[in-house]
Each structure stands twice: as structure tokens, then as C-alpha cells.
């Protein structure tokens, strides 16, 4: 028999479960003004802001576990509102769901111009984060999040909407992959305007590679995500000025973001765009990144689309004039346009997203 008070050896010593955190107490925000004053008042590109929802996640994350997060996943994200260079840029944060090692938190993002006395809302995003412990391994029992007060109500009711949309949004898609073949004249739109030239989807590829980050600069050897959705974003722009033969075009949208794996420094990324959808004023650019370790191993880290517009120096929409050439070969570009297509149909379908407006 052991003493009172002691453990015996013969017994694990159970853990004792982390106290329950509320949304209030892991709430956070970031403020900055942002962009260059050399280009005043010009419209931001999307990559930044990206980067500081993302540091906004991980600031919420941290504040509530105190473990080192990393980003799993950043769900479909709307950018339509403009943020230009020298706004002042405020983002909040807040936990909405919290699992055993992983965190949803809500990014609500506004802006306000020197001109201007009040904050704007511009977007809303929502990023998963995963706390890592010091091998590298996602981190068991974190708090769990307490819904017992009034911003709890609203962010319980808030993750459970967005798990619904999730299942929603993938519904819609799913059946494309299922087809066995799908036909040029059942997928493409009729062209909305005259088009000078057209390109296949394959003459549109943009393709980097290299080793993007210094190992020097990260102590874990981990790239954050934040510098990779830079990245990302401008090569999607690059893509479609390309395409657009046009110097003017920004990000409206980014997709469902999923990080199936973490990324090293010390990797060589591989990131291949191209075009797979047009429309009048706006086009979808899709870029599969593949990872290449040193020691020799490929992977496919996922595939990330972006949507962007076309628009002139005075800031109005410019008609794009080059078209896409699909083909019955080509199954894999049709799959590409038809998601596209599904995608952009189904936002329009869903005016409740209400800090969206129409690009068209």
C-alpha cells in the first residue's frame, strides 16, 4: 500500500487536462499600415494581407495553447473589397473551434484610408492551425474552448455554419472527378466576347523552381506559410498579366488551401501555374506545388487556385481578350475549367457571403 498522497510505480500518473480558455480570453488583433507611400493610394496585391491573416492565426493560436502553431488550412477566401497602399489595415482574431491539437480561428479584416475616420470591413477568412510540439509532432490536449459567454454562443454558432459550407462547397465539386469523360461542348461557356488569340492551357504554364527560403532564417528548419502565399500570389499575377498581355490584374479570391505536409527550408518548391478558366473581365489561375526534399524524395503538396481581375491604370475592369483553346484530349484542362466554372457559380449563388461583391 502506498502512502496517501503518493503515486505507485506500478500506476501512469494521469495528466491533467489543460483549463478550459474562452473566445475572449485567445481574441487578438494586428494593426499596420501597409504597402509603399511611393505608390499611394494603388491597390494592394492580395499576398500581403494574406500574410497578415495569417499572422493574426497565428497570434489567436498562440494566445491560447502557448505552443508553437502552424497553418493546416486557410479556407476560401474572398478579397474583393480594395485595400490600397498606405491603408491602415486591422485584423481580429478569435477562436471558434478548438479540437485536440488543432484551432479554427475567425480573421475579420478592415481598413480605413488617411481621408477616411472609419474603419471599413474588407474580408473574412477562416485559418486551421495546428500546435506542434518541440519534435515537430502535433501537440495533444490543448485547452479546449469554452463556448459560456456571449461571444462563445456567436463563434460556436459561427464554426458550425462553416463546417456546413465546407461539406456544401465540396458537394458541388465532387461529381466532376466522377465523369468518365467529359465533352468540350458540355463544359466550355459560349465566349461572352471577341477574342483576338487563344491559348491552350498548356501554353500558359509558368514554372519556378528553386530553394525559396534561406535555412538560415528559420531555427526549426519549417517555412511559414504566411512567405509562401507571398509567393503564390505573385506568381498567380504573373500568370495572368501573361495571359491578360496586361500589367494590371489582382487576386479576388483564393480557394480552399489545404497543407498536407510541412515545408523545409533546406526543400526545393516546384510551383507550375496556368490558366483554367476565363471569363469577360476575370480568370482563374491554378498552381500545383511539388515538393523535391534533399534526399531525393517528390511530392505534391496540393494545388491552389486563385481568381483574379483585369483592370486598367484607372482602376476599371479590362475586357480580356485571349481566349482559351479546350480540347476532348486534353480531360485533365476540361476537370480544371469545369471546377472552375462549378466554383465561380456556385459564389454567385451565395449573395449571404456578406463581405462579397460581384467583380462582373
Avoid at 509603399?36 to 495569417?54: D, F, N, V
Amino acid at each position: 500500500m502506498t502512502e496517501a498522497g503518493a503515486t505507485s510505480p506500478h500506476l501512469t500518473p494521469e495528466i491533467a487536462s489543460p483549463a478550459a480558455r474562452t473566445v475572449e480570453e485567445s481574441q487578438d488583433f494586428l494593426a499596420e499600415i501597409v504597402g509603399s507611400e511611393s505608390q499611394s493610394g494603388q491597390r494592394m496585391q492580395a499576398g500581403p494581407i494574406l500574410k497578415m491573416i495569417y499572422d493574426t492565426a497565428v497570434a489567436v493560436a498562440f494566445r491560447h495553447c502557448g505552443i508553437r502553431p502552424v497553418m493546416l488550412r486557410l479556407d476560401r477566401i474572398d478579397l474583393t473589397r480594395v485595400i490600397c497602399h498606405m491603408d491602415l489595415v486591422r485584423l481580429e482574431g478569435r477562436m471558434v473551434e478548438a479540437g485536440r491539437s488543432s484551432m479554427v480561428i475567425e480573421v475579420r479584416c478592415f481598413a480605413k484610408r488617411p481621408s477616411e475616420r472609419e474603419f471599413n470591413p474588407c474580408h473574412v477568412g477562416f485559418v486551421t492551425m495546428v500546435a506542434i510540439d518541440n519534435q515537430g509532432q502535433p501537440a495533444r490536449q490543448i485547452p479546449p474552448l469554452s463556448y459560456d459567454t456571449p461571444g462563445g454562443n456567436e463563434a460556436k454558432s459561427l464554426a458550425a455554419h462553416r463546417r456546413a459550407q465546407l461539406i456544401e462547397r465540396e458537394s458541388a465539386l465532387e461529381w466532376i472527378d466522377r465523369e468518365n469523360r467529359l465533352r468540350v461542348d458540355d463544359v466550355v461557356e459560349p465566349v461572352p466576347v471577341e477574342r483576338y488569340e487563344t491559348l491552350t492551357p498548356e501554353e500558359t504554364i509558368v514554372r519556378l523552381k528553386g530553394q525559396v527560403f534561406s535555412p538560415s532564417n528559420f531555427t526549426d528548419g519549417r517555412v511559414r506559410a504566411g512567405e509562401l502565399l507571398i509567393r503564390l500570389d505573385r506568381l498567380a499575377n504573373y500568370t495572368a498579366m501573361q495571359y491578360t498581355r496586361n500589367d494590371h490584374t489582382i487576386t479576388l479570391s483564393v480557394n480552399d488551401v489545404v497543407f498536407k505536409r510541412p515545408l523545409n527550408a533546406a526543400d526545393r518548391i516546384e510551383m507550375v501555374s496556368r490558366v483554367t478558366y476565363v471569363r469577360t473581365h476575370t480568370l482563374e489561375v491554378s498552381i500545383d506545388i511539388i515538393v523535391h526534399t534533399l534526399a531525393g524524395e517528390q511530392y505534391e503538396l496540393d494545388r491552389v487556385e486563385f481568381f483574379l481581375i483585369s483592370f486598367n491604370p484607372i482602376g476599371e475592369k479590362k475586357r480580356i481578350t485571349t481566349g482559351l483553346a479546350l480540347t476532348g484530349e486534353d480531360q485533365e484542362a476540361l476537370r480544371r475549367y469545369l471546377k472552375a466554372r462549378t466554383r465561380f457559380s456556385y459564389w454567385k449563388a451565395h449573395p449571404e457571403s456578406y463581405l462579397t461583391q460581384s467583380p462582373e
